[in-house]
């Protein structure tokens, strides 16, 4: 957590992070920079040092820290604020957080123009400005000292930020949490003291008594907050989800009408109105494209190289079939449940090598609600014999009867049958369908340039070939593609 390294890291516990909206406490950023140097810091004022031995110091630590958690962006920004800050005092000159902010924006993007689609300097430039520009304003007004009163500015920086990088989140993630304002006040002081007690031994090496106990109270804590993250995760589900397009030209045409009004403006009361403003339109809009998405009837066929993992949703109701097994499909399909905002599954069908396909589900989807797990006989379920939560039927068939679709799947073919049309896929990329009631034929393999071609076996039939695809079905009988990305 310190250094921002994630490799051991458990996948759903890392999930969870980012659910609860305490994810960026993964994210290297300039609390772990200065978090990182406050020992020094304290033993500077302590030993009243001079400031130029006290900058010298800093620039050693920051250094450090900048090699030790392998030259991320968002540290050197970080780097460059607090060396600003501090060299200030040097030339008789007041900091300035937000010109420091500015500076040290314009260095990294003149030396690296790329940096504008970089999500990690976008979060790190955009939290910094929200907190700088309208937290002390905030604070300030806050009548209540003591606990009460740390706790409510923490949730004051906590829904700060969460605006702020709200924007970058819709374009780069898959879904928004809610919940960030609540989570950071409850585990943010948790990851504060993981990461200090961490600090602690890397100074003293590791060796000795007190790193001994530093060790067992990162142990004890850490087994705290995880069991609280994930307790979250599980049964307070709140979260924005951002797979949408809409979402995104929505919330970056609000961000660039609070710009506007705060060139226009300069007042700090009208941005954080017009902020507010904004925000509460985006949930609106979210909610209602929401609506929209659960009222269309939708075939999604999702998957990498031959993989395929259908996933058929209409009026609330998801039923999904991994047709042709790949190591990728769960990746694919929890990925495509959280852009979505889609929290339980109706009826999950593995069909193509089912153990390996069993163990990939049960991990990818241990925060999504599985009702029924069907798999093909043989498969192995290990011990305590369950797939994401749910007792799996063996069968060789399945037959899925909806209220306005029926899903006919086995190891020979998949069909998708609504409002008088009939969707078969093919495991290949050739068309092998000549049946009368094959309407619409989607084959599998690699993705080709056209979304519709027309076979010619036993008259004109239109095909879609390759996946990451959706089909929507109307109810009028026409059948509309297009590619996900």
């Known amino acids: 957590m310190l250094f921002g390294q994630r490799q051991g890291l458990d996948e759903r516990i890392e999930s969870a992070f980012y659910h609860v909206g305490i994810g960026p406490m993964l994210a290297l950023s300039g609390f772990h ?10 033993f500077g004022r302590r030993t009243r040092l001079q400031r130029i031995m006290q900058l010298f110091m800093t620039v050693f630590m920051t250094g450090l820290f900048a090699v030790l958690s392998m030259w991320p962006v968002s540290v050197l920004r970080a780097g460059i604020m607090l060396l600003i800050a501090r060299s200030a005092c040097l030339f008789y000159r007041k900091s300035d957080s937000l010109s420091a902010l500015f500076i040290s924006t314009i260095m990294l ?22 907190i700088n520009n309208f937290a002390p304003w905030i604070t300030r007004k806050i009548p209540f000292e003591g606990f009460f009163g740390g706790t409510l500015k923490t949730s004051v920086y906590a ?18 949490s809610i919940l960030s304002p609540i989570s950071n006040v409850i585990f943010a002081p948790i990851c504060v003291l993981i990461m200090f007690l961490g600090v602690v031994i890397f100074f003293l090496g590791g060796k000795g008594f007190i790193c001994t106990l530093c060790g067992e109270g990162i142990k004890a804590v850490s087994e705290l907050l995880t069991d609280g993250i994930l307790w979250m995760q599980d049964h307070i589900p709140f979260y924005i989800p951002s797979g949408n397009e ?8 609000l961000a660039g009408m609070t710009l506007v009004v705060y060139i226009l403006t300069k007042k700090r009361t009208m941005v954080f109105v017009s902020l507010m403003l904004s925000v509460a339109f985006l949930c609106t809009g979210q909610f209602i494209l929401t609506k929209r998405f659960e009222q269309t009837m939708r075939i999604f066929v999702l998957g990498r190289s031959k993989g395929q993992v259908v996933v058929v949703t209409y009026n609330g109701r998801t039923d999904v079939i991994d047709y042709t097994y790949n190591n990728k499909n769960a990746d694919h399909l929890s990925h495509f449940l959280d852009e979505y905002g889609i929290n339980s599954v109706d009826f999950l069908y593995l069909t193509d090598n089912a153990n390996a396909a069993a163990v990939s589900y049960d991990q990818k989807l241990s925060g999504v609600d ?21 007792i799996p039927v063996a069968s060789d068939f399945c037959n899925i009867t909806a209220s306005s679709y029926e899903i006919l799947a086995d190891d020979e073919r998949l069909t998708v049958t609504a ?3 009939v969707v078969y896929f093919s495991k290949s990329n050739k068309v092998s369908c000549g049946e009368d009631y094959c309407g619409y034929i989607v084959t599998g393999g690699a993705n080709t ?4 071609e027309f076979s010619q076996n036993d008259g004109v039939r239109q095909l879609c ?12 009988g026409k059948v509309y593609a297009r590619r996900l990305y």
Request: proline share 3%; glycine share 8%; hydrophobic share 45%.
């Open 33 to 42: 920079l200065v978090l990182f140097n406050g020992l020094c810091n304290v």
């Open 109 to 130: 993007t003149c030396t690296n123009p790329y940096l504008i689609h970089n999500v990690s300097f976008l979060l790190s430039v955009a939290g910094t400005f929200g």
């Open 159 to 176: 829904i700060l930020i969460s605006l702020c990088t709200m924007p970058v989140c819709i374009c780069y993630f898959s879904k928004i």
């Open 246 to 253: 809409s979402v995104s030209k929505m919330a970056f045409i």
């Open 370 to 390: 599985v009702n029924n797990v069907l798999v093909t006989p043989g498969v192995y379920l290990g011990q305590d014999g369950e797939i994401c939560k749910a």
């Open 419 to 421: 409002y008088g049309n």
């Open 449 to 452: 340039s056209a979304v519709f």
């Open 465 to 476: 070939s390759g996946h990451n695809i959706e089909l929507i079905m109307n109810e009028n």
